[in-house]
């Protein structure tokens, strides 16, 4: 196989050159990643190999070379004293004996380091006498190529190896040498006598192909990973949370918010069943400190009130005030967690735990996160209720609470914090967006409504990991604009704070999905971790925490009571209180517009523009891919359309098919490139193409056609006759 | 070209033709076609190339009875019709038949006589009768005139009026034989001649037998259309004064029938066509004189013509 003579010509060195920097790839991470040093002496026997190989040196010889090479290099590496002292080489001898040994009973652990350099020398021979085989026998290296770039790219990914270089270096050769094995394996194939001008016909486009692909490759821009480096992802799934900083986060309750972004997988594991009287939102912890990238807490989770079943939960959440409205409720919870913290609704008074005797807790006075206890070992419950008030806050009396914000300063510092890198135009857009509005409950409204908006996508998958330079917040509202709860809540308490309202940040989990009613009319919910939400929570002096729900297509059954409608009870998306429009002196505008285009022909040609601008790239595109498509199926129709044809006729015993046929062959020969002159007798073209195919096919099927269209005579079974002599040609002019 | 087998009757006229003219295959066949056709060749050609010879030789092939007309310019009506002749004897007129009485009449150097004379000649092709003294004589069949003419160019002629070149079917060159013939012509003529040796290998009644069934041969509508298609483009060329008329595409129509008979066909190819279109068209064109002056000759145009004709290749259904 190998008897192939190695031509020492200009063309075939640069095939093993290229194949050496191959090679020459899978030993350069060895030495960041593996403790293997001296890496040039393993990269010097590869060139060894490979120019012993391309100059045809006989097999004895190169052997002889090549074993004094690894002799020489063992005792380079690990052997003190002259290389002909003979002392060295017993115990060269006796370290190989022990540790044949240990190969034997399989203890890779003690193999020596010598040992282990000389199986790599022979690895390396093996692979020398693979590339020459692969590059001179075969003249195939696409394999070796592509498991290069598999190398190069696990690599890479799984290790602090940088492939940027690499996998340019490699493509480079890997391009190169298929390019040049192609040309010589065509050559082999078709025993083309090998002419300089050939070879410069085929490399010279082939380097300039190269040069065009590489170059364009660096200079295009090249889009940051939206799936993360997934080491920390692969690392995490096994941890079965998301807990490495930046990575994929699994959806469910995870104390660390340090690093926020990247996309959210979906987990629909049971986390608790409630049963409840109205649909509300359940709360597990705040925190108050954003840091840029993500969430943390401003004082130490170990500062904790301890209180009893018994007790009312020392957690405030609004004042007793004609402008809350409350009603007590109270909601029955079966858990699945082993996470021994409770989860509650605002406005939380008092923990039933009738299964758990002896129960107690410990409020985490930073974040409000309540860890439950069995005597005083942390445990988790799996059954309990909770007995909350249900707000219902007035829309009058919140727009009045803004106007007398008296605080204490720790308090507004510690609510309005923002990190000193916020970038300013974060804050120019809070402004614009809240400009015109006076109250705090109109300016966090509006913030709510900008953000519930058409600018911003809810996705969990898509969404960026702010870099190092990057805002967290800053990011979603000016670059990417897709995102999830997350960033939802977190920008906009990012701009409430800019606007000096203070907020926090909320963690729990939505109502969950209803399943049911069940014993007095209460209503079934179950979650799960994908209900896992986080939310806001604004500040209203005198009324005390009032949420807000930023994230587009969720909703926070916070009761607000518009005062002029008589108790009726309102979402937060419902729309603004009237006293509003006043102040928006461009919703007079569009009142006008509304008026003027009321009829549902002109919404009907907006809504198509709307749809047309939404699609007409995709649309040009695709009808452009579609001609194109079009196109070639009719350049290549050389390639099918006889086949096509042969196949039409072939089942045909019909003889009036014979002239639609006969004719159909002379459109295909013209196709094929035998053309025949407008006064070209039949005869004459016959004759002319059987002497082109050197047959007679042709004379004769035309002998039959002229019958039938100058005698006006169709012979019974004609067709059937002169079908294989039809297929014949039609075949030929398959080009 | 595909040859089909040759009729064999007309085979044998060909090649006791060919006993005694050498190299000359082409113009003996389309003498037969013409023959055949029932129509009359125009010969043009310089003398001594053998057109009597060729005639003579034909003539003798088919049994047939020859007659020569020499044309001179004083040659009188009478001398090619015959006279009638005041017998004192008998006390009445008693018509003495000329040469045109004949089966095969070679008229030599038919532009050299009057016009006068020419057209008792050219009548008595068209009608294959004669009128003398008001007595309206029937010509026998077959009834073929070979005419010869020397080129107009030279002196001393009456150039054939279209009218009645119209009424050749075909109008041929013999050609000079090229040098191997030539000294093949010289061999043979040092001994005997060999015209006297030449036995009739037909007889006039196979030969009317054979005008009979060419008359079988079919023409497909599908042919009829691409023979009016070749006439009416040489009528509607750019260098044409005056293209081919109707009776040029009935000519064109029975002498390709002849040609599929000869070769064994009862059906027209639109190669019969082809091959004949250049002598049944080339003597029926008259060029207008810028192109004559531009050098382009009757030939191009038909050449040109049938290159340009698209052939017919499916069947035309009404």
């Known amino acids: 196989m190998t008897s192939r003579k190695v031509p020492k010509d200009l063309a075939s060195f ?6 050496f920097l191959l090679l020459w790839e899978w030993l350069r991470p060895l030495e960041q990643l593996t403790d293997t040093s001296n890496i040039i002496i393993f ?13 045809g040196a006989p097999l004895f010889i190169s052997s002889f070379i090549k074993c004094a090479f690894i002799v020489f290099a063992i005792h380079f590496l690990y052997f003190e004293g002259s290389f002909f002292q003979t002392e060295w080489v017993s115990m060269f001898i006796k370290d190989l004996l022990e540790n044949i040994g240990a190969v034997v009973e399989r203890d890779w652990s003690n193999l020596s380091n010598t040992f282990r350099s000389l199986l790599f020398f022979v690895l390396l021979w093996l692979m020398a006498y693979l590339i020459q085989y692969w590059l001179i026998a075969r003249r195939q290296i696409f394999i070796f190529f592509f498991m290069t770039l598999i190398y190069i790219t696990v690599l890479d990914t799984f290790s602090p190896y940088e492939a940027g270089a690499a996998i340019i270096r490699t493509v480079i050769s890997g391009f190169a040498i298929m390019g040049m094995l192609t040309f010589y394996r065509l050559l082999d194939k078709e025993f083309v006598q090998k002419k300089p001008t050939l070879s410069r016909k085929w490399m010279l486009p082939l380097t300039i192909m190269i040069v065009i692909s590489v170059s364009f490759g660096l200079a295009a821009p090249k889009a940051e990973p939206i799936w993360p480096d997934p080491v920390p992802f692969f690392k995490s799934y096994g941890k079965g949370s998301g807990g490495e900083g930046g990575g994929v986060r699994s959806i469910g309750y995870d104390e660390d918010d340090s690093r926020l972004g990247g996309p ?30 993500g969430w943390d807490t401003s004082g130490s989770r170990e500062y904790r ?22 009603e007590e409720e109270k909601s029955i919870l079966n858990t699945n967690i082993h996470d021994r913290y409770i989860v509650y609704p605002l406005g939380i008074k008092r923990i039933d735990a009738p299964l758990h005797p002896n129960s107690s807790y410990s409020l985490e006075n930073y974040t409000e996160k309540i860890h439950s206890f069995l005597g005083d070992r942390p445990s988790s419950f799996y059954n309990y209720s909770v007995v909350f008030d249900a707000p219902k806050f007035s829309v009058t009396a919140l727009m009045k609470a803004s106007e007398a914000p008296a605080f204490d300063s720790d308090f507004l510092d510690r609510y309005t914090q923002l990190p000193d890198g916020l970038p300013q135009r974060v804050r120019e857009l809070a402004s614009e967006i809240t400009a015109g509005k006076n109250t705090w409950y109109e300016k966090v409204k509006a913030l709510e409504a900008y953000l519930t908006g058409s600018n911003f996508t809810y996705d969990q998958k898509e969404v960026a990991i702010p870099g190092p330079e990057d805002d967290y917040v800053d990011q979603f509202l000016f670059d990417t604009q897709i995102g999830y709860c997350d960033n939802f809540s977190t920008s906009m308490i990012v701009m409430a704070r800019s606007l000096g309202i203070p907020t926090r940040w909320v963690k729990g989990y939505t109502e969950g999905d209803y399943k049911g009613l069940g014993q007095n009319n209460r209503k079934i919910f179950e979650v799960t ?34 005062d002029y409608s008589t108790q009726s009870n309102s979402q937060t998306q419902v729309e603004q209180p009237k006293s509003e429009v006043k102040d928006k002196p461009e919703l007079l505008e569009e009142k006008a517009e509304k008026a003027s285009t009321s009829f549902s022909f002109k919404k009907l040609i907006s809504s198509l523009k709307v749809f047309w601008e939404k699609i007409w790239m995709w649309l040009i595109g695709a009808i452009i891919v579609l001609a194109i498509l079009v196109l070639v199926i009719y350049r290549i129709r050389g390639k099918w359309l006889p086949y096509y044809l042969a196949l039409r006729y072939k089942w045909s015993k019909k003889d009036d098919n014979f002239q639609r046929a006969y004719l159909l062959l002379l459109r295909e020969l013209k196709r094929y490139g035998l053309p025949r002159k407008e006064g070209q007798t039949l005869r004459d073209y016959a004759e002319y193409v059987d002497r082109f195919f050197s047959t007679t096919d042709m004379t004769r099927i035309t002998a039959r056609y002229e019958k039938i269209i100058y005698r006006g005579e169709l012979n019974e079974g004609s067709w059937k006759e002169t079908k294989k002599l039809w297929e014949n040609l039609i075949k030929k002019t398959i080009a | 070209m595909i040859q089909d087998h040759m009729h064999p009757m ?25 023959l055949l056709a029932e129509g009359h060749v125009l010969l043009e050609d310089v003398p001594g190339v053998g057109k009597t010879m060729m005639v003579r030789a034909l003539a003798k092939s088919v049994g047939a009875n020859f007659r020569r007309i020499q044309f001179t310019p004083d040659l009188l009506p009478s001398d090619v019709t015959g006279v009638s002749i005041y017998n004192p004897k008998e006390m009445e007129f008693q018509f003495r038949p000329g040469p045109i009485m004949g089966n095969i009449i070679l008229a030599d150097e038919i532009n050299r006589t009057s016009p006068k004379t020419q057209s ?5 092709m068209e009608e294959s009768s004669v009128t003398i003294d008001g007595v309206t004589h029937h010509l026998e069949k077959p009834f073929f005139v070979m005419a010869t003419q020397n080129p107009i160019e030279y002196e001393g002629t009456y150039p054939l009026p279209e009218a009645q070149l119209d009424r050749f079917l075909l109008k041929m060159k013999m050609g000079y034989p090229d040098m191997k013939e030539e000294i093949e012509v010289l061999d043979r003529a040092q001994k005997v001649r060999p015209i006297d040796d030449l036995e009739p290998v037909i007889d006039l009644m196979e030969l009317r037998d054979l005008q009979a069934q060419i008359k079988e041969v079919h023409v497909d509508e599908t042919i009829k259309r691409y023979i009016v298609d070749l006439a009416n483009r040489t009528r509607t060329h750019d260098s044409v004064y005056l293209g081919v008329s109707p009776r040029g595409s009935i000519a064109l129509m029975k002498a390709a029938q002849v040609y599929a008979f000869m070769y064994g066909r009862d059906y027209v190819l639109p190669d019969d066509i082809q091959y004949l279109t250049g002598p049944v068209f080339v003597h029926r064109i008259i060029l207008k004189s810028e192109a004559k002056f531009e050098g382009i000759s009757a030939e191009d145009v038909v050449n040109r013509v049938i290159a340009r004709t698209p052939v017919p290749v499916q069947r035309y259904v009404k």
């Open chain 2, 10 to 34: 007309i085979e044998k006229v060909i090649s006791n033709i060919e006993k005694v003219m050498i190299g000359k295959r082409n113009v003996a066949e389309l003498s037969i076609i013409a």
């Open chain 1, 264 to 293: 959210f997988i979906g987990n629909d594991q049971l986390v608790f069943t409630a049963e409840v009287e109205s649909r509300h939102y359940w709360k597990v912890e705040t925190k108050d400190i954003y840091t840029g990238k």
């Open chain 1, 14 to 19: 640069l095939l093993y050159a290229f194949g």
């Open chain 2, 120 to 124: 008792a000649l050219l009548e008595g």
């Open chain 1, 305 to 326: 009130s301890q209180f009893d079943g018994e007790d009312e939960v020392p957690i405030f959440s609004f004042f007793e005030h004609a402008g809350v409205e409350k």
């Open chain 1, 529 to 562: 971790n994908n209900n896992a939400h986080s939310w806001v929570e604004v500040y209203f002096p005198e009324i005390g925490w009032v949420p807000f729900e930023p994230t587009k297509s969720f909703s926070n059954n916070v009761h607000f009571n518009y």
């Open chain 1, 43 to 55: 990269i010097l026997f590869i060139i060894v190999s490979l120019f012993l190989s391309y100059i």
